[in-house]
């Protein structure tokens, strides 16, 4: 039977995917013990934790910072040198390792400090590669679900708007975001993983992407709230996706993606009713 590990667990994204594989099948990391991972001197006592199951395992590095801005060392810290050493670590004894990236790392040229630190794993990805380690890096739409939306992303900044009957003031909404629950991301996640022949960079995409200014239409009118809404207040960012779509990642036809703009729209309003504790990192 695999052994499958999870660094990241108390995260969202780490949590669905725990929930994907039964309490026998998964073994998620306490953070006391990879809390030092990153560490330049971390790559042996890695290799020495995961070695006795090196035959037939996987390891998700599912921890990550989110917020550009955060410190940029902190921001590589969690989201490059500790997945690297991972890699250097468990990658070398034939251990399979899964990083998580997003998919603005193919999109822009010039990215915040969150979107560099996620360039330079993939970067890490491919140079691992050409040892012919197994290391498979899914690049990740933006994700939706388990708890309150992070307060400096799109969804945070609609919710604490509505919350406090404040104007939201957004550019003009031609930016085009792929919303997947963070539950049928999860799914996807365990397909894709649990192909052998699966390694390297992948995205993970279902095709249908939604522009910004139509999810918040969707979300303030179920609402009720259209008059807070200010569409065109900001200036537009030069550098972002006004038309990429992405082709639905073949891998994953059997997966059944819930429609974008109705998912969100009712997670929005759970999360205007209900007393979900609010979580402002994933996979801390």
């Known amino acids: 039977m695999s052994t499958y590990y999870l660094i990241g667990g108390g995260g969202r994204l780490g949590q669905a995917i725990a929930s994907q594989y039964a309490n026998q099948e998964i073994i998620s990391l306490q953070r006391s013990v990879y ?4 560490g330049a001197n971390a790559v042996d006592r890695i290799a020495r934790y995961f070695s006795p199951h090196a035959a037939d395992a996987t390891v998700f590095v599912a921890s990550g910072l989110l917020d550009p801005r955060l410190a940029t060392d902190e921001l590589v810290s969690v989201n490059y040198r500790l997945p ?10 034939g251990i399979k390792v899964v990083t998580f990236g997003t998919i603005m790392e193919s999109l822009l040229d010039v990215g915040n400090a ?25 690049q990740i739409h933006t994700l939706y679900g388990g708890g309150q ?3 400096f992303m799109f969804l945070g900044q609609m ?15 031609r930016q085009l975001r792929e ?7 999860a799914r996807a996640v365990r397909l894709i ?29 179920a609402l009720e709230k259209n008059h807070l809404l200010r569409v065109g207040a900001l200036p537009e960012p030069s550098e972002e996706n006004y038309g990429k779509t992405f082709a639905p990642t073949m891998m994953l036809d059997t ?26 990192k994933i996979g801390s």
């Open 35 to 38: 809390a030092d991972w990153s």
């Open 84 to 93: 690297r050493n991972v890699i250097d670590g468990a990658a070398r004894l």
């Open 114 to 138: 969150y979107v560099e630190s996620k360039k330079r794993l993939r970067e890490y990805v491919e140079e691992a590669l050409s040892a012919a380690w197994p290391v498979l890096h899914l």
């Open 149 to 151: 939306p992070s307060p």
């Open 159 to 173: 919710l604490t708007a509505i919350r406090n009957n404040e104007p939201f003031r957004m550019t003009s909404g």
């Open 179 to 185: 919303y997947h629950h963070f539950e049928d991301e």
């Open 193 to 221: 993983a649990g192909m052998p022949e699966m390694v390297g960079v992948t995205n993970l995409s279902h095709g249908k992407p939604v522009s910004l200014r139509a999810l918040a239409e969707a979300v303030f009118g």
């Open 255 to 280: 997966i059944e993606f819930r429609d974008a703009i109705q998912g969100v729209v009712e997670y929005m309003c759970a999360c205007c009713t209900s007393g979900a504790v609010a979580a402002g």
